[in-house]
């Protein structure tokens, strides 16, 4: 059974410093012009990012989520897709942390079973996932574009139904959690435990960077962790359908992603 712990109260933040513009528009998807607020990378800053990162190499990943859930208070967020990484994330926050605030990008493309994963997360650990969403649906940006764009260009549509509504889901926050592994992609290979994410001007804490998809595996199952059911069906990496298949043996475990595009990011991992 999971003992939620005292709640952790955000500590005073003298180090970071959110700079507002005067009345910017906040506008989304196709002409969405970008956060509104955005968090300075200080000298101080970087030297706490990169003292914690030193600190913090070796931890566990419970212990990294702890700090930075008490290093950032409510401008800690988490946003998943279910995977495995996520789901162990999920587990391990809703023991340390359960009031961070997590949430899901719902490009409208998601599985059902990846959908009936978010609702199993709320009975299993009382945590409710919230859907971030572009302005559009599927239907209205599928007209406006002259049909999917993911069959002709898959970054403008991660772009939009992803990265952009992302942007807007981290409008003053300080940080955020990703599941990524080192081990899952060169591109993923040297991503710090805790660092500074220039793309959303956010500190980035991904507490299972030094794990094996093995390592995560045997957590599931020791702690008996909801998964998404595809994995047993053959699909090691899940995002949208249509840019989601089963992998092969002996295929890399992100091959199933982008088939037959040069593609191997969605855009919210790459600088
Ligand atoms: S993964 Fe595919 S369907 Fe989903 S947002 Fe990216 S291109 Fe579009």
Redesign the pocket.
Known sequence: MLIPPARPVGRELPLLRLVVPPSEPIQQTNNFSGPSQKLVLTDDLKSEISRENERLETAEPQEILRWAAERFGQKFTMATAFGPEGMVLIHMLAEVAPQTPIFNLD?G?QFKETLELREEVKRRYGIEVEYKRAATSVEEYERQNGGP??RTN?DQ??LH??VQVLEKAVIGKEAWASAIRRDQSPDRASAPIVGWDKKFSLVKVSPLANWTKQKVWAFITKHNVPYNPLHDQGYTSI??W??TRAVGIGEDERAGRWSGFAKTE?GLHTS
């Open positions: 490009t493309y764009v993911y898959p549509c991660c139904r992803k995002g949208c249509p840019c969605c």
